[in-house]
């Protein structure tokens, strides 16, 4: 008889933590996980999770923790609590969009500790994840990519293995930067066509045979028709993401000056109360407001 398998232990149950653990659940394993947010741990308690006080407690229980906070600060305070008390835990795994900095410092905290360290940042929205469609950047070493290979394979079957441990977090940056202009172009340019009279679902068939097409036409353009912002993602994370792309891009002596305007245009999306929205709401901060409806026929204006 094989034994059970182990339970894998999730830090940090927002969106992304919601979606590896109904992929982890699909896939066969049991899964614990602890969170702050009382509507993070009631989500994640409806999909199974064992939900569990804090990081100390998933490391006595878990061989295997994965981390999806959602900044530099969290992961290293998280790297910190599970080399704090190790208990039976192997391997922890970042998924987190950090810089080369926090993600190389979890992994120095937790090696000192013995434990294993693998960076693999996913690209796609909650959706994708959960279904096993996003593309993960690893950065791990041959031999750790080797022994958990079948885990790896379990969070995320799209995955690459792009180079060390600290690549996979260094691919993401860039990779987030050409996927937010793709979308952000992709806004402008369906919010002019609708304004010049064309409807956008043909826009985006016109799009699809383009040159100009791109796969934020699928993925985004029916959501900003539709204006579906229900979160996958939020502006407000991927904000931050671009502050540590234009941090990193200064570090190396990069203008990116077309970053630093699609941050501008969050910050905007930000201030009109967009920032917990879908990414895809970024067309809302674009487009004109709203036109007041005309008075009813025969009422005075």
């Keep these: 008889m094989n034994p059970p398998p182990s339970t894998i232990g999730i830090l940090g149950l927002g969106l992304v933590g919601q979606a590896l653990a109904a992929r982890l659940k699909t896939c066969g394993h049991q899964i614990a996980g602890c969170d702050p947010s009382e509507s993070a741990r009631t989500c994640a308690k409806v999909l199974g999770v064992q939900l569990l006080p804090d990081a100390a407690a998933l490391a006595q229980q878990c061989e295997s923790v994965v981390i999806c906070v959602l900044d530099d600060a969290m992961l290293l305070a998280c790297a910190q609590a599970l080399a704090d008390a190790p208990g039976q835990l192997k391997l922890a795994i970042s998924c987190v969009t950090a810089s080369v900095q926090a993600t190389a410092g979890a992994a120095t905290l937790l090696r000192r500790r013995g434990i294993a360290f693998a960076d693999m940042p996913l690209l796609g929205s909650s959706r994708q994840i959960a279904q096993g469609e996003a593309l993960g950047l690893l950065g791990a070493d041959d031999a750790e990519r080797e022994r958990w290979g079948s885990l790896l394979m379990d969070i995320c079957p799209r995955h690459r293995h792009v180079g060390a441990q600290g690549m996979g977090v260094r691919a993401k940056l860039a990779c987030n930067l050409v996927l937010g202009l793709n979308r952000a172009a992709l806004a402008e340019g369906l919010a002019l066509a609708t304004t010049l009279g064309l409807d956008g679902t043909q826009f985006l068939d016109l799009l699809r045979e383009s040159p100009a097409y791109s796969r934020a ?8 028709v539709a204006r579906d912002f229900s979160p996958a993602s939020r502006i407000r994370q991927h904000r931050k993401d671009l502050a540590l792309i234009l941090s990193q891009g200064e570090q190396s002596g990069l203008d990116l000056s077309l970053t630093a305007a699609h941050a501008e245009l969050l910050d905007r ?8 929205l879908d990414n895809v709401a970024v067309i809302a901060a674009i487009l004109p407001p709203a036109a007041p409806a005309p008075p009813p026929q025969g009422t005075p204006a």
């Design 269 to 276: 999306a930000i201030a009109q109360g967009l920032g917990d």
């Design 217 to 224: 036409v699928d993925i985004a353009g029916p959501r900003m």
